[in-house]
Antibody, heavy 120, light 110 residues
Framework: QLQLQESGPGLVKPSETLPLTCTVSGGSISSSDYYWGWIRQPPGKGLEWIGSIYYRGNTYYNPSLKSRVTLSVDTSKNQFSLRLSSVTAADSAMYYC????????????WGQGTLVTVSS | NFVLTQPHSVSESPGKTVTISCTRSSGSIDSNYIQWYQQRPGSAPTTVIYEDKQRPSGVPDRFSGSIDSSSNSASLTISGLKTEDEADYFCQSYDSSNQVFGGGTKLTVL
């Protein structure tokens, strides 16, 4: 059974870079059928797609976040990562990693999420 | 870019039927697939409808999805409401450059 697990700091200072990693188990990140993505949700609010990456490194990003987002993939570790730069309090949210079935853009598997707070 | 608009909240009694709408602001609703996700408190979202009207295995047939081109909207209908259906529901679609979620609808079953 496919499982995704986020890891990273729960607290980040304003203006710094938020680093998160997603470890995929029970399946290969090198599948040709899927992208791997990040979605966030501020407390009590809706969902926002951040970006997605293919195992070969192809990426696509939310235009509103593109200037601050970098996605990378490490197939040897079956992991993919997010770096969000110049964070502010508005970036405080639950961050989910997801599997993105690009045939229909369904997010068919989600991690449990990791809560990130931006505060000094 | 486009926006998906959902009602903020809906409520209905157990055993009844409720419909949640999702209206696309620009571009045709049927140009890209619509997905619906259910999110219970403290949990990650899960898919209840994909590709406009398909149900993943394990999702009861009380859940159905549809598209209405005349109103440029999608709908999620839940029949025979149960208290366990109480949750937030999000629609989601995409275009060539972005993935978009609706703002979410809180369903109360009372």
């Amino acid at each position: 059974q496919l499982q995704l697990q986020e890891s990273g700091p729960g607290l980040v200072k304003p203006s710094e870079t938020l680093p998160l990693t997603c470890t995929v188990s029970g399946g290969s990140i090198s599948s040709s059928d899927y992208y791997w993505g990040w979605i966030r949700q501020p407390p009590g609010k809706g969902l926002e797609w951040i970006g997605s990456i293919y195992y070969r490194g192809n990426t696509y990003y939310n235009p509103s976040l593109k200037s601050r987002v970098t996605l990378s993939v490490d197939t040897s570790k079956n992991q993919f990562s997010l770096r969000l730069s110049s964070v502010t309090a508005a970036d405080s949210a639950m961050y989910y990693c997801v599997r993105d079935d690009f045939s229909d853009s369904e997010y068919d598997c989600w991690g449990q999420g990791t809560l990130v707070t931006v505060s000094s | 870019n486009f926006v998906l608009t959902q009602p903020h909240s809906v409520s209905e009694s157990p055993g009844k039927t409720v419909t949640i709408s999702c209206t696309r602001s620009s571009g045709s609703i049927d140009s890209n697939y619509i997905q619906w996700y259910q999110q219970r408190p403290g949990s990650a979202p899960t898919t209840v409808i994909y590709e406009d009207k398909q149900r993943p295995s394990g999702v009861p047939d009380r859940f159905s999805g549809s598209i209405d081109s005349s109103s440029n909207s999608a709908s999620l209908t839940i029949s025979g409401l149960k208290t366990e259906d109480e949750a937030d529901y999000f629609c989601q679609s995409y275009d060539s450059s972005n993935q978009v979620f609706g703002g979410g609808t809180k369903l109360t079953v009372l």
